[in-house]
């Protein structure tokens, strides 16, 4: 028997199919369920039992806490799998270090981030924030020149070319920009780019930049990657789309390239701090979308967030190599 650390709700809507997985892969399954109360812990019984787990959607926020206290306190844990894609909280780092398999759920919630992206990028494209303005004024205010420009006409870079970036710049091509992503591994049949560079490119490739979207993880290279430098390269009047992580970006260089003008605008799901303090300048500067890391809201994502453990799981059973592996 596999003992199978998870939430009850997870069971209860999902049991069946996770069962299923396992049984097709000759692996008998013992639920070892996170107690209702989200304060109280498995004692050590249970935990010598667990062999791997899921860190569900429903764990997030109110059980988590009793969740990881469970995977760290769990001698015999060999794997665990995220509903996220981002793994750079320091659990995890410790979990890898005991030598605990790590694999997340990325590509589960690629489509309604880049979606979001893009309707950020389309609000700050078109007068929208100005539209909003008069229709709270109730003043019925047509705008004239200056005229926003086609996004026909336009360049988007796009820092981080995996399943978020991918879809951004698939969705930014049938908008008709040009696109051009920036990643370290070399270009894929498929990849939907007109160019693609490697990150030492960046400072060259943003100076023809009208948009700049942040879709790469957070990583010693990418923390603080988007300096105040690299802000001053942008055109004037280019305009920032950040879903990767607000350390990412220097966030006062920012604020500074938003008030003069340097940057024209910017949609922000991530900032730092999160949350964002109320005091923070970025909620009232007039040409700022802030989203309060939000943009993944989607009622497909726990489905497909299963779908990939499933898979995982019936390989995991049979030793095969497992998807989005950490590491």
């Known amino acids: 028997m596999a003992g199978f650390l ?6 209860e809507w999902a049991g069946d199919d996770i069962r299923g997985s396992a049984a097709a892969a000759g692996l008998p399954l013992d639920p070892i369920l996170l107690p209702a109360d989200p304060e109280a812990r498995l004692g050590p019984g249970d935990l010598a039992r667990v062999d791997f787990s899921f860190f569900s959607a429903d764990v997030f926020p109110d059980y988590s806490r009793s969740f990881f206290a469970a995977t760290q306190g769990a001698p015999n844990l060999k794997w665990l799998h ?8 320091p659990v995890f780092a410790r979990l890898l ?7 997340t759920s990325s590509g589960s919630t690629a489509r309604p981030i880049a979606q979001t992206a893009i309707a950020g990028m389309l609000m700050l494209a078109r007068p929208f924030l100005a539209w909003g303005e008069a ?7 047509p705008l004239g020149p200056p005229l926003p420009a086609d996004l026909e006409t336009q360049t988007i870079v796009v820092f981080g070319l995996g399943a978020i970036g991918k879809e ?9 920009l040009h696109v051009v992503g920036v990643r370290r591994s070399p270009r894929q049949a498929g990849d939907p780019v007109h160019e693609l560079v490697p990150p030492s490119a960046l400072h060259e490739v943003i100076r023809r930049a009208d948009w700049l979207a942040l879709a790469c993880p957070l990583t010693p290279e990418t923390r603080g990657a988007i300096n105040a430098a690299v802000i001053a390269a942008l055109p004037r009047g280019a305009r920032l789309l950040n879903v990767a992580r607000g350390e990412v970006v ?6 500074d390239a938003l008030r003069s003008g340097h940057l024209g605008g910017a949609y922000l799901d991530v ?13 009232s500067l007039a040409n700022v979308i802030v989203t309060p890391h939000n943009s993944a809201i989607s009622a497909g994502n726990e ?11 019936a390989r995991w059973a049979r030793n095969e190599p497992l998807l989005n592996e950490v590491g």
Do not use: K, Y
């Open 6 to 11: 998870c939430s009850r709700r997870l069971m």
């Open 82 to 89: 995220l509903m996220n894609a981002g793994t750079d909280a």
């Open 97 to 103: 270090e005991r030598g605990v398999r790590l694999t």
């Open 135 to 141: 229709q709270r004024r109730h003043e019925w205010t």
């Open 168 to 176: 951004i710049a698939r969705l930014s091509l049938a908008l008709g």
């Open 250 to 255: 220097d966030q006062d260089a920012m604020i």
């Open 271 to 283: 900032t730092t701090p999160e949350p964002l303090p109320p005091e923070s300048p970025l909620w």
């Open 303 to 313: 489905s497909r967030q299963l779908a990939i453990f499933c898979e995982n799981l």
